[in-house]
């Protein structure tokens, strides 16, 4: 089903903290200042060149330079990239490891069921990362992606010999504080660990937009099986002790129309509210395994807890039992919410800060959505709303980039 290949990755020759950064996506105008001026040639400058319709040949004729400059360097080999990230949970404070492998992946519709998404995507957003695809011919940042652990691939990842190329470790880095590269060159083990995902199935974590435009691109410049048809992802197994979900908490720049006891009139036919102190939300949403939703206003807070989750016809029960639906699909509009403007932060503490200053009106905490739950969405062809998971850490980005011509 899935096709993956090995490939020679184009990588800074001399990997530094100062070249590296999160993915393009979870970059803000400050963030993406300090980091184009901590050093001229951090991957920012070319993932999110800055400047109008020229931006993207900007971006197209300074990969150039530095592949020039010998700051950039292709790999001789095509290679199977191992990657290993170490970081602090914010969940558990504990530390944890997980594991990855850089590879191409051949880009298949989704009705083809051997991709599998679970997040809607915006046009703006593909456009912007297909023009620069269009214009360097090259895939910047990696997407990461999903996969269940086979004996097919334990036996291929077995005995492997792994040659250690790149190592960055720091307090102050991006997306933990450990990061690790290495590689398999040998044929016969780039062919084994090939072979072991011909029955696999990829669910994309994160890289939706990315992934689309690559499908885009490979359907306009190339056919199935060429080198257009691909794009690098990082693949980590289901079953990876690593994987980490954080939970996206909305912070609404408005409160419900009415008094508080129009906002409970209008919820109770369908929800239970529990009233308890803003300050203890997140300790007293732990009690009830993921099933209740915490709200906070200046005034107050409740944990509402759906009665009951009713079937929805077309929708697998995995996603109407999801927080962020529910909030989405029942909450917001019973409370009389109209398309409301909102922010977004994974941080319980920043939400209530933000409620507490008059930054945000209210705020509604979430819990992590499970694993199991995304899989089973993707599986069943659904969408989660926007913004419903947040796979903690990110992909680094200057770590590997592959040119679609070689």
Do not use: C
Not at 123 to 146: C, M, N, S, W, Y
């Amino acid at each position: 089903m899935a096709i993956v290949r090995a490939f020679r990755a184009t990588r800074f020759a001399r990997l530094i903290p100062e070249v590296v950064a999160p993915p393009y996506d979870v970059i803000d105008e400050s963030l993406r200042a300090a980091l184009s001026e901590r050093n001229p040639y951090n991957i920012v400058h070319l993932t999110l060149p800055q400047g109008d319709e020229d931006r993207y040949h900007h971006a197209a004729r300074l990969f150039q330079h530095w592949l020039a400059e010998g700051v950039l360097r292709q790999d001789s080999e095509p290679a199977i990239y191992r990657y290993t990230q170490r970081f602090l949970d914010p969940l558990t404070n504990l530390h944890r490891t997980r594991t990855g492998y850089f590879v191409l992946l051949h880009t298949e519709p989704y009705e083809n069921g051997v991709v599998l998404p679970h997040e809607e995507t915006f046009p703006g957003v593909k456009e912007d990362r297909f023009r620069l695809l269009q214009a360097t011919g090259t895939h910047l940042e990696a997407i990461f992606g999903l996969f269940e652990d086979t004996p097919a691939f334990r036996e291929a990842i077995g005995d492997l010999l792994w040659e250690p190329i790149a190592e960055l470790t720091g307090d102050d880095l991006p997306e933990g504080n450990a990061h690790r590269l290495e590689r398999i060159t040998n044929p016969m083990s780039v062919a084994r660990f090939e072979r072991a995902f011909e029955n696999a199935r990829v669910w994309i974590a994160d890289g939706h937009h990315r992934y689309e435009t690559a499908l885009r691109f490979g359907q306009t410049y190339g056919t199935d099986g060429s080198p257009e048809r691909f794009l690098p992802i990082l693949l980590v197994p289901l079953d990876d002790p690593g994987l980490v979900i954080l939970p996206t908490h909305r912070l609404l720049a408005e409160l419900p129309p009415g008094t508080q006891s129009d906002w409970q009139a209008r919820l109770t036919p369908e929800f239970e509210l529990i009233p308890i102190a803003p300050d203890s939300v997140v300790e007293q949403m732990a009690r009830y395994n993921g099933e209740a939703i915490g709200f906070v206003w200046r005034e107050g807070a409740w944990l509402i807890r759906p009665k009951a989750y009713p079937s929805v016809e077309g929708q697998p029960d995995a996603l109407t039992r999801l927080d962020s639906w529910v909030l989405h699909a029942r909450v917001l509009p019973a409370l009389g919410y109209r398309e409301p403007s909102k922010t977004y932060t994974r941080s319980a503490e920043e939400a209530l800060d933000a409620v507490r200053s008059g930054k945000a009106q209210a705020a509604f905490l979430l819990n992590p959505p499970p694993l199991r739950a995304l899989q089973q969405i993707a599986s069943a062809g659904a969408k989660m709303p926007h913004k419903s998971t947040y796979f903690y850490p990110k992909v680094l980005s200057g770590l590997i980039m592959w040119q679609v011509k070689q």
